[in-house]
């Protein structure tokens, strides 16, 4: 079955920065496109990035484009998203997300980034 697995937050300074990673498994990764999305708390989950299967293709949000950028290792199995010059508005918990249109969207348990001084 699919699961997807996120690491790498954390407490970081504003200014500062993180990388997330998202181990896949389950499916053969190569051959979706791949999503990161953040819940602030009392908030709606919003999608931050978007990576093609291959990687030749991303997008990102308006409030994270030139600080945060997706990428992925097929031979992996893994997409990461790095973070810089974080802001205190950043402060969600990230999810990994996989779209597959007949079968819906797939979500691992989130991880946590609070960006405070």
């Known amino acids: 079955q699919v699961q997807l697995v996120e690491s790498g937050g954390g407490l970081v300074q504003p200014g500062g920065s993180l990388r997330l990673s998202c181990a896949a498994s389950?499916?053969?990764?190569?051959?979706?496109?791949m999503s990161w999305y953040r819940q602030a708390l009392g908030k709606e989950r919003e999608l931050v990035a978007y990576?093609?299967?291959?990687?030749?293709?991303?997008n990102y949000s308006d409030s994270v484009k030139g600080r945060f950028t997706i990428s992925r290792d097929n031979a992996k199995s893994t997409v990461y998203l790095q973070m810089n010059s974080l802001k205190p508005e950043d402060t969600a918990v990230y999810y990994c997300?996989?779209?597959?249109?007949?079968?819906?969207?797939?979500w691992g348990q989130g991880t946590q980034v609070t960006v405070s001084s």
């Open positions: 997300n996989l779209r597959r249109v007949l079968y819906g969207d797939y």
């Open positions: 990576i093609s299967s291959k990687g030749g293709s991303t």
């Open positions: 389950g499916f053969t990764f190569s051959s979706y496109g």
